[in-house]
């Protein structure tokens, strides 16, 4: 590839992001926040997963791979950040469920791991909702206008 093919590149992912509804790097910053999150308690809640250390840390890689690789180029990749998102709010509810049916304890790990699954929960909804804006104005290939 030559530099003025890399340049075209460039211009052209830039002009995409002028979509209607494109919230790609919202979500991107929410995947990156939310994996930043799970790996810096991962060691405060090892002894009360339920499940083994594996499934965060494969959650932790999955967001931020999708986030890597992100772009309003590919309309592909704003697809996956859809059903990542969606498996993310699900995962982690999932979770705080899990972490509501220990046995009742006066922990604070217990009662911080339940808090903090509720709030990714939360967090990835808002993902799963710019996601699904951002799909949907992809889908529909509308522009912005130059009025604003």
Same mark, same amino acid.
């Given at each position: 590839?030559?530099?003025?093919?890399?340049?075209?590149?460039?211009?052209?992912?830039?002009?995409?992001?002028?979509?209607?509804?494109?919230?790609?790097?919202?979500?991107?910053?929410?995947?990156?926040?939310?994996?930043?999150?799970?790996?810096?308690?991962?060691?405060?809640?090892?002894?009360?997963?339920?499940?083994?250390?594996?499934?965060?840390?494969?959650?932790?890689?999955?967001?931020?791979?999708?986030?890597?690789?992100?772009?309003?180029?590919?309309?592909?990749?704003?697809?996956?950040?859809?059903?990542?998102?969606?498996?993310?709010?699900?995962?982690?509810?999932?979770? @705080? $469920? =899990?972490?509501?049916?220990?046995?009742?304890?006066?922990?604070?790990?217990?009662?911080?791991?339940? %808090?903090?699954? &509720? *709030?990714? @929960? $939360? =967090?990835?909804?808002?993902?799963?909702?710019?996601?699904?804006?951002?799909?949907?104005?992809?889908? %529909?290939?509308? &522009? *912005?206008?130059?009025?604003?």
């Amino acid at each position: 590839m030559s530099l003025i093919d890399l340049d075209a590149f460039s211009l052209d992912a830039h002009k995409r992001k002028g979509l209607v509804h494109y919230y790609g790097d919202n979500v991107r910053t929410i995947f990156l926040i939310g994996s930043i999150a799970v790996l810096l308690s991962l060691p405060l809640f090892t002894r009360l997963l339920t499940e083994t250390i594996i499934y965060p840390a494969t959650v932790v890689a999955v967001l931020v791979i999708a986030a890597g690789i992100a772009n309003p180029a590919q309309r592909w990749t704003m697809v996956l950040n859809t059903i990542i998102s969606a498996g993310a709010v699900a995962f982690f509810e999932y979770q @705080a $469920l =899990l972490v509501s049916h220990l046995p009742a304890t006066d922990d604070w790990q217990q009662s911080f791991l339940f %808090l903090e699954n &509720h *709030v990714l @929960a $939360l =967090l990835f909804l808002i993902a799963l909702y710019y996601s699904i804006k951002t799909t949907r104005g992809r889908l %529909l290939k509308k &522009h *912005v206008t130059d009025q604003e």
